[in-house]
C-alpha cells in the first residue's frame, strides 16, 4: 500500500450567505488518498466537490480541520509555494489556462515562472506535450485548436511544472463526446505511466466508473466512499442525492426488483462493464427458459 499522499482531517469551510448566515461548504470531511491513485470525486453543484479542489490546492484555506498534501499543511503561508508545484489544477474552461499566441509558449509559461533553465525547460515543454500526444502541435495558435486539444494543451502546461497530483476540476464539462474521450485517455496515460495522483471531479458516471476510488459528496459531507462497484451498488442512495448511476448499474438493479430475479442470485450490483452485464442477462435469459 501507497503512503497517504492527500490528507484531510475535520475539514470545514463556511462562507456567509446573503442572510449573514453561515454556510457549510464542507464539513468534518476527512479523507485519506494514496500516492499514484486515481480518484474520482462526485456530487450535485452546490456539494463541495470544487471547494475540496480548491482547498486540495491551497487557493482556499480551511475555515476548520486540516489539509496535508504530501505532508505539508496549506495553512501557512510558506508553504503554499511547494504545494503548488505538488499539486496542479486543470479547470472547467481551458482558455482560462492558455496564455500565449503559441502552443510551446504556453506550456513553458509554468517553468519560466519557476525560474527554471532553458535548456531544462524545453525538455519539459517537449516531455510534456509528448505525453498529452499535441507535440505536433508546438507550433500552432491554441485559438486554431478544438476544445479538447486546448485542454490537453492546459494539461501539458500543468505537467510541465513536474506535479505529483493533478486535479481535474470538471475539465470535461464544456467538451463534446469527443474531447471527453480525448481528456479521459490522456489521464489514464498520465497515471498508468507517469505514475501521478489523479483527482477527477466530474459529473459524468461513466467517468467516475473507471477510477480506482469514488468519493461522493452531498451538501458538503461525505455520503459513499469505495471502489466503483461498491459505491455505484447504492443506487437508491445515489438517486435520492440527485445522481444518476451509470446504465449498466441501473439496469441490473431494477432487473433485481423482480422477486425471480432476486432469488436467483446472479446480480449482486455494482456490476459497471458492458460485457459482464451482457454475460449476466444471457444466463438470466438462459434459466428463464
Not at 489544477?89 to 515562472?113: C, Y
Request: negative net charge; aromatic residues 4%.
Amino acid at each position: 500500500m501507497n503512503k497517504p499522499f492527500l490528507v484531510t482531517e475535520h475539514l470545514s469551510y463556511t462562507y456567509p450567505n446573503e442572510g449573514g448566515e453561515v454556510h457549510y461548504a464542507l464539513h468534518d470531511l476527512s479523507l485519506s488518498i494514496e500516492q499514484g491513485s486515481f480518484v474520482a470525486v462526485l456530487g450535485h453543484n452546490g456539494s463541495g466537490k470544487s471547494t475540496l479542489a480548491k482547498l486540495l490546492n491551497g487557493i482556499l484555506v480551511p475555515t476548520a480541520g486540516t489539509v496535508m498534501v504530501n505532508g505539508l499543511d496549506t495553512r501557512p503561508e510558506e508553504n503554499i509555494f511547494d504545494i503548488r508545484k505538488t499539486i496542479g489544477m486543470v479547470f472547467q474552461n481551458p482558455d482560462n489556462q492558455l496564455v500565449s499566441s503559441i502552443v510551446e509558449e504556453d506550456v513553458a509559461f509554468g517553468p519560466e515562472n519557476l525560474g527554471i533553465e532553458p535548456a531544462e525547460i524545453r525538455r519539459r515543454v517537449d516531455e510534456a506535450l509528448k505525453a498529452v500526444g499535441m507535440e505536433d502541435a508546438k507550433d500552432r495558435a491554441p485559438h486554431t485548436l478544438s476544445g479538447g486539444q486546448k485542454q490537453r494543451i492546459a494539461i501539458a502546461g500543468v505537467l510541465a511544472m513536474q506535479p505529483k497530483c493533478i486535479v481535474f476540476d470538471e475539465s470535461t464539462a464544456m467538451l463534446d463526446p469527443r474531447g471527453r474521450e480525448e481528456i479521459m485517455h490522456t489521464i489514464h496515460r498520465l497515471k498508468n505511466e507517469l505514475g501521478l495522483t489523479v483527482i477527477l471531479i466530474t459529473h459524468y458516471m461513466n467517468e467516475a466508473a473507471v477510477a480506482d476510488r469514488v468519493i461522493v459528496l452531498n451538501e458538503g459531507s461525505l455520503v459513499l466512499d469505495g471502489t466503483p462497484r461498491e459505491v455505484f451498488s447504492e443506487v437508491e442512495t445515489l438517486w435520492k442525492i440527485g445522481l444518476d448511476v451509470p446504465q449498466t448499474a441501473e439496469l441490473l438493479h431494477l432487473l433485481n426488483q423482480n422477486d425471480a430475479v432476486l432469488k436467483s442470485g446472479l446480480i449482486k450490483g455494482g456490476v459497471l462493464d458492458e460485457d459482464e452485464t451482457l454475460a449476466l442477462l444471457e444466463k438470466l435469459l438462459g434459466g428463464a427458459k
